[in-house]
């Protein structure tokens, strides 16, 4: 086991705050890369190593089972045994199974292993047709409203105010699916995902002898991606908590991508609310990205809506730890089979200049995106692979579609080979295309509402495209023509390896980085997403463009393509607004929602040109990092001196005393007392009463 000390020398300064305020509440707003988990898992093991508690006494949960193991991981390295870092269902159901046949005296019932059948079954009842993306849309739909505490009967209601609205069933026939399939589960004595949260409530709500041994065993929680609970979760959190105060939260309000499953953030931006004392600590050092690569992500974050309530549970404004890399590119292409072959190209010269494939990522908002992404890279014989969902020719409707177009293609080789052409003669190969596809739900218009329908067409949408490509490249061709070229670029796709690019979507992406991230399709209609129409919503796609560039470390790309097959025209996303070379959007271009007046913060201006600071460490400097230095050489020469003996002497990392940006910003200040040395970010009373003496010697020594 570590020492205490130790795992403190181990830690910045606000990572060491977060270790040692325990005994109360505790919130924690982690920004992107700032070390959320290594501030966690020391600040077990510091309150084991201090005998606070022990080990057996914590329950630590997040949402993925990835970030559970990697939890318990770095506990054990950190020589810490016997913590309980679950999944929030984990925990609950190694509970539940326990205790409930002392409560209920009967086994837990049997978990369902897929509910399509369960669902269909509640479907058929009802004479509903369901096929199976109309059951997976119902499964989401069931699962949202049980996370969300919302009954069958209430659902039509709420579902209308926060709408949520399905292509393929409306809300009174969800509802109606919903209450049938919860009758159906009581028949068959059985459970599903959800109800492994809703039984162990319920357990402990009515049975206080559970409670109290669950609570005397487990006296310290920990909440990783708390902004990620829903009310279900939460209503399991508080009674896991009962009347203890030895909680803590760690979550980031910028990172709230879920909403759409029923992730709630108010719990995390209210939570000082709700329990006065909290310690609020906020991680903004950013040990993953580079300065170009947070100054983009600052940006595109001091646009967004300002957040409710209290201001120190805010996102947070990140300040970059790493060295200096390379600008990050904004591009645009001609469409979108250009916007891929650029970014195949991106990640063929980055390989040439040695950054491994297996370090590299394309990230876009839907599905349907990534089969013109899988071309390219398959045409630069560049390997991938396709994270958080089938591949584009592996899916039903893809592989159907293709056996469709296939049939009909022989059906009219045959048909000449008889010297009768058949109902096709003459008609245009795309016009073919599409009115194949047309009966298995391609339109013009894509469907209003989410889910499984809008999915599907989509889908049917990329190879419409795909066939009106190869048309245009190649005038008269046949429907057997396309089919051939479309069988080429599904026979194309490389298997998987391990070295190979990560294709996915933005939410897949989600708690993953690599060395290089390209996000495509950075255009309105589609980030943000056509569907998101209400503030929240736009809100939401926001939020997620500022995920998907806090994923890259160094080198990151931005594209969008400005026209779909040379007729449609597309215009880059208004989350680049002041983000790429020249600010705000191109003259002419009309924005659909007004934009918010900024954050006053960004009334700061540069002392070298006069315009306005965009980032945290431009306003630690006074000026913009492309404009000229007023300091002196020597003196920053010798303040990095002096706070590398000083680091040296205190057994510390030398940014725990000032970063760079802090001693540039003294430097160039060159204060003359401590009311001066006050007015720089990032020197506060406690430090100016360790370091201020020697600061204004150092500053002041001429020699």
């Given at each position: 086991m570590i020492g205490a000390e130790e795992l403190l020398d181990r830690l910045d300064p606000e990572q060491r705050e977060v270790a040692t305020s325990l005994g109360g509440p505790v919130a924690v707003i982690a920004g992107a890369g700032t070390g959320k988990t290594r501030a966690i898992t020391h600040r077990i093991a510091y309150a084991v190593a201090t005998g606070v508690c022990a080990p057996t006494n914590v329950l630590a949960v997040t949402f993925t089972t990835r970030a559970a193991g990697e939890m318990r991981g770095r506990l054990?390295?950190?020589?810490?045994?016997?913590?309980?870092?679950?999944?929030?269902?984990?925990?609950?159901?190694?509970?539940?199974?326990?205790?409930?046949?002392?409560a209920y005296k009967s086994d837990l019932p049997p978990i369902v292993d897929n509910r399509y059948g369960l669902v269909a079954e509640a479907a058929s009842r009802l004479r509903i047709s369901a096929e199976s993306a109309g059951l997976r849309d119902l499964i989401t739909e069931i699962s949202w409203a049980k996370?969300?505490?919302?009954?069958?009967?209430?659902?039509?209601?709420?579902?209308?105010?926060?709408?949520?609205?399905?292509?393929?069933?409306?809300?009174?026939?969800?509802?109606?699916?919903?209450?049938?399939?919860?009758?159906?589960?009581?028949?068959?004595?059985?459970?599903?995902?959800?109800?492994?949260?809703?039984?162990?409530?319920?357990?402990?709500?009515?049975?206080?002898?559970?409670?109290?041994?669950?609570?005397?065993?487990?006296?310290?929680?920990?909440?990783?991606?708390y902004q990620d609970v829903s009310p279900l979760q939460q209503a399991v959190l508080d009674l896991w908590r009962g009347d203890s105060h030895d909680l803590c939260v760690v979550g980031d309000p910028a990172q709230t991508i879920h909403s759409f499953a029923g992730a709630q953030a108010s719990f995390l931006t209210g939570f000082a609310k709700r329990h006065p004392d909290t310690t609020v600590v906020r991680l903004v050092r950013d040990y993953r990205s580079t300065p170009q690569v947070v100054r983009i992500a600052n940006r595109v974050l001091q646009g967004a809506r300002p957040v409710r309530g209290n201001g120190q549970l805010a996102p947070v404004l990140l300040e970059a730890q790493r060295d200096h890399g390379p600008e990050p590119t904004i591009r645009d292409s001609q469409d979108e089979v250009a916007e891929a072959a650029a970014v195949a190209d991106w990640f063929a010269g980055l390989h040439k200049s040695g950054v491994s494939y297996r370090e590299m990522a394309v990230l876009f908002r839907v599905n349907a995106q990534s089969p013109v992404v899988e071309q390219a890279l398959a045409d630069r014989d560049i390997p991938y692979l396709v994270r958080g969902g089938e591949r584009f020719y592996e899916r039903p409707e893809v592989r159907q579609a293709l056996l469709t177009l296939r049939t009909q293609a022989r059906t009219a080789e045959a048909a000449l080979d008889d010297s009768s052409a058949g109902a096709a003669d003459g008609q245009p190969a795309v016009a073919q295309v599409k009115a194949l596809l047309g009966s298995l739900g391609w339109t013009e218009q894509p469907p209003t509402g989410t889910g499984a329908v809008r999915e599907r067409w989509e889908s049917l949408a990329a190879l419409v495209a795909a066939a009106e490509d190869f048309a245009a490249a190649r005038s008269g061709c046949t429907l057997t023509d396309v089919v051939v070229e479309l069988q080429r670029r599904a026979d194309a796709q490389h298997v998987p390896t391990a070295d190979g690019v990560t294709v996915s979507t933005l939410h897949s992406a989600k708690g993953l980085e690599w060395d290089a991230v390209a996000l495509i399709g950075v255009s309105e209609g589609s980030l943000p997403f056509?569907?998101?129409?209400?503030?929240?919503?736009?809100?939401?796609?926001?939020?997620?463009?500022?995920?998907?560039i806090t994923r890259a470390r160094r080198h990151l790309r931005i594209s969008w393509a400005r026209t779909r097959n040379g007729s449609t025209q597309r215009t880059s996303s208004r989350f680049l607004d002041g983000v790429r070379p020249g600010g705000d959007a191109p003259a002419g271009q009309r924005r659909p929602t007004v934009r918010r007046t900024r954050p006053s913060v960004l009334a700061a201006t540069c002392r070298s040109c006069g315009r306005h600071l965009t980032d945290a460490a431009e306003r630690k400097l006074g000026r913009h990092t492309d404009c000229p230095a007023s300091y002196d050489e020597p003196t920053l020469d010798r303040l990095r001196t002096w706070r590398k003996h000083r680091a040296t002497q205190e057994r510390m990392p030398a940014y725990v005393i000032f970063t760079d940006a802090t001693l540039v910003a003294i430097a160039e200040a060159r204060?003359?007392?401590?009311?001066?040395?006050?007015?720089?970010?990032?020197?506060?009373?406690n430090k100016i009463s360790k370091y201020g003496a020697d600061l204004l010697e150092v500053i002041n020594d001429a020699g």
């Open positions: 054990q390295q950190l020589g810490v045994h016997g913590v309980q870092a679950r999944t929030f269902h984990s925990a609950a159901l190694r509970q539940a199974q326990y205790f409930w046949p002392r996370v969300s505490n919302v009954t069958p009967e209430d659902y039509p209601r709420i579902a209308a105010t926060g709408n949520r609205q399905l292509a393929s069933y409306d809300a009174e026939t969800v509802a109606r699916v919903f209450g049938t399939y919860e009758q159906v589960k009581r028949e068959r004595v059985r459970i599903d995902f959800d109800d492994i949260l809703l039984c162990t409530a319920a357990m402990i709500a009515e049975y206080p002898q559970v409670a109290d041994e669950i609570r005397r065993t487990y006296r310290h929680l920990v909440v990783d991606e056509v569907l998101a129409t209400t503030e929240e919503q736009i809100e939401e796609e926001r939020r997620l463009f500022y995920v998907g204060p003359q007392n401590a009311r001066d040395l006050i007015k720089i970010p990032g020197v506060g009373k």
